[in-house]
């Protein structure tokens, strides 16, 4: 099974900048959408923001204007830029993705989790 390993969490002040990286660990035919979804302590898993293959790209009301969801098909790789970030974001970040390996294997992986505490 293809595992997604996440990288760039960490602690910031209120009105900082993160980075979250998810990189397929091994060799992929293709990848469909690429999720993130974040869960707080207490609280159910949400989807922060999606990107299609074609681009095309989906944000949760609370992080629209300041978050950014990229991909690159050719490195196969997701990233997820916050900016502006608040208390509220603070959670387990965790990113998702589908898609075929090189044996055009089905997968549908999820990253280990990245924690984002933002201090205020």
């Known amino acids: 099974q293809v595992k997604l390993v996440e990288s760039g969490g960490g602690l910031v002040r209120t009105g900082g900048s993160l980075r979250l990286s998810c990189a397929a660990s091994?060799?992929?035919?293709?990848?469909?959408?690429v999720d993130w979804y974040r869960q707080a302590p207490g609280k159910q898993r949400e989807l922060v923001a999606a990107i299609s293959r074609g681009g095309s790209t989906h944000y949760a009301d609370s992080v629209k204007g300041r978050f950014t969801v990229s991909r690159d098909n050719a490195k196969n790789t997701g990233n997820l830029e916050m900016n502006s970030l608040k208390p509220e974001d603070s959670a387990v970040y965790y990113c998702?993705?589908?898609?075929?390996?090189?044996?055009?294997?089905?997968?549908?992986?999820w990253g280990q989790g990245t924690q984002v505490t933002v201090s205020s």
């Open positions: 998702h993705a589908a898609g075929r390996d090189v044996f055009l294997r089905l997968f549908d992986s």
């Open positions: 091994d060799r992929i035919s293709s990848i469909n959408a």
